[in-house]
């Protein structure tokens, strides 16, 4: 079964850092562009990142851009978010995704898989 | 940026049809994904490629896009369908991934 399991979220001071990890099972990660999405509460998704296959290509929504870095570990299934200068205003649930496809820009299709999300509180 | 318009809500009696639409400059030189997500889950592609229906997916739902809006459409609609739907494009210009607002779709 295709799953990702995300964690490392948790409750962080403004200005401080997490680690957000995507464990993924089931489907060879290094064939897939993979991303970050997030929902503050009551609130809808906003996309934050995207990462290459090969994790030599990222991009970022501007909110997080200079504060978050992506990046993958393949050999060990893993997705990264490293979050640094927290603000109140990024309290929320972090979803990591699969894309449909390696294809990088993902121009076509999108995400697939999604993990059941980890809670980060900035206060 | 590129902006994504959803209405916040669209109501529908059970066994009718349901219009979601998504407008945007020119979307239908885009390729659009549409989510469903109910209440405390994770996000379900349920549309992608504008009319593109994932295996599982229900051949009720259903995408398309021209012009300045994209729309979904589900047909016979069920208590089940109730939750919040998002389209979602790639913007070319700015290297982003773009998701709009979110409808809230209930069913009477």
């Known amino acids: 079964e295709v799953q990702l399991l995300e964690s490392g979220g948790g409750l962080v001071q403004p200005g401080g850092s997490l680690r957000l990890s995507c464990a993924a099972s089931g489907f060879t990660l290094r064939r897939y562009v993979m991303g970050w999405v997030r929902q503050a509460p009551g609130k809808g998704l906003e996309w934050l990142s995207i990462i290459s296959a090969s994790g030599d290509a990222t991009y970022y929504a501007d909110s997080v851009k200079g504060r978050f870095t992506i990046s993958r570990d393949n050999s060990k299934n893993t997705l990264y978010l490293q979050m640094n200068s927290l603000r109140a205003e990024d309290t929320a649930l972090y979803y990591c995704?699969?894309?449909?496809?390696?294809?990088?820009?993902?121009?076509?299709?999108?995400?697939?898989?999604w993990g059941q999300g980890t809670t980060v509180t900035v206060s | 940026s590129y902006v994504l318009t959803q209405p916040p809500s669209v109501s529908v009696a059970p066994g009718q049809t349901a219009r979601i639409t998504c407008g945007g400059n020119?979307?239908?030189?885009?390729?659009v994904q549409w989510y469903q997500q109910k209440t405390g889950q994770a996000p379900v592609v349920v549309v992608y490629?504008?009319?593109d229906r994932p295996s599982g997916i229900p051949e009720r739902f259903s995408g398309s896009n021209s012009g300045n809006t994209a729309t979904l459409t589900i047909s016979r609609v069920e208590g089940g369908d109730e939750a919040d739907y998002y389209c979602?494009?790639?913007?070319?210009?700015?290297?982003?991934?773009?998701f709009g607002g979110g409808t809230k779709l209930t069913v009477l």
């Open positions: 490629d504008d009319s």
């Open positions: 979602q494009v790639w913007d070319s210009s700015s290297d982003h991934r773009v």
């Open positions: 020119n979307i239908e030189s885009k390729s």
């Open positions: 995704a699969k894309d449909v496809n390696g294809d990088f820009p993902p121009l076509y299709y999108g995400m697939d898989v």
